[in-house]
């Protein structure tokens, strides 16, 4: 079946450009992560979707990122006035939705975010 | 608060050796464990899983790994590494007890020689 899909695959913006990345997720997952992940570095978390509600948004870095899944299915991570620092891969998963501490998490392919 | 430790940035083997990729955790209450592999220009893939069931956890490929509570570690393991091996391994905590999000670590990157 179809895995979990990120569009675009590579966005280059300019410094205080405002940038949206989408996730689709495996149907029927309610669960849907987003992470950033810098050269040389592990996934790091960003925010948690349970359904259509932000269940824990604790790793945003800052009010510039936002991110939003108005029906429970596809989310939209939003980044206001783009900085250099804001450069990295941004990933998405999604799962069933039981129990984040241990299900598996699917991941997609991930955005290449430059910010020149 | 949780952590990772990944002990090595880089591994070479030669193919047909076995492989050890090392990790250790620090948890405050029951962790489940992960370990993930990332082949370039790929999404990240589950390797395996503990979570709290049998210490040694058998996953695909060929790989495997113990939860030793006592030494706070969950090595990786294969017997015998193959080409297609080359990538990168992430080890993954995180605390089911609380509901916390997965903390990766910084990665290993696995070469394998023939």
């Known amino acids: 079946g179809a895995g979990v899909s990120q569009t675009p695959s590579n966005k280059v913006t300019e410094k205080g450009k405002y940038v949206e990345l989408r996730c689709d997720p495996i149907s029927g997952h309610t669960a849907l992560y987003w992470y950033r992940q810098s050269l040389g570095q592990g996934p790091e978390f960003l925010i948690y979707?349970?359904?259509?509600?932000?269940?824990?948004d604790s790793g945003l870095p800052n009010d510039r990122f936002f991110a939003v899944r108005p029906e429970g299915s596809v989310s939209t991570l939003k980044i206001q006035r783009t900085e250099r620092g804001d450069s990295a891969v941004y990933l998405c998963?999604?799962?069933?939705?039981?129990?984040?501490?241990?299900?598996?998490?699917?991941f997609g392919p991930g955005t290449r975010l430059l910010v020149l | 608060a949780q952590s990772v430790t990944q002990l090595d940035s880089h591994v070479s083997v030669s193919e047909g050796t076995p492989v050890l990729l090392r990790c250790n955790y620090s948890?405050?209450?029951?962790?489940?464990l992960f370990w993930y592999v990332q082949h370039p220009n790929k999404g990240l893939q589950l390797l395996l899983k503990?979570?709290?069931?049998?210490?040694l956890v058998k996953g695909i490929n060929g790989f495997e790994a113990e939860f030793k509570k006592s030494e706070t570690s969950f090595h990786l393991t294969k017997p015998s590494a193959h080409m297609s091996d080359a990538a990168e391994y992430f080890c993954v905590v995180s605390d089911h007890q609380a509901g916390t999000a997965l903390i990766f670590g910084k990665g290993t990157t696995l070469s394998v020689s023939s």
């Open positions: 998963a999604s799962s069933l939705g039981g129990d984040r501490g241990r299900e598996t998490q699917y």
């Open positions: 979707f349970q359904g259509t509600g932000a269940a824990d």
């Open positions: 948890s405050s209450y029951s962790p489940s």
């Open positions: 503990y979570t709290s069931a049998a210490t």
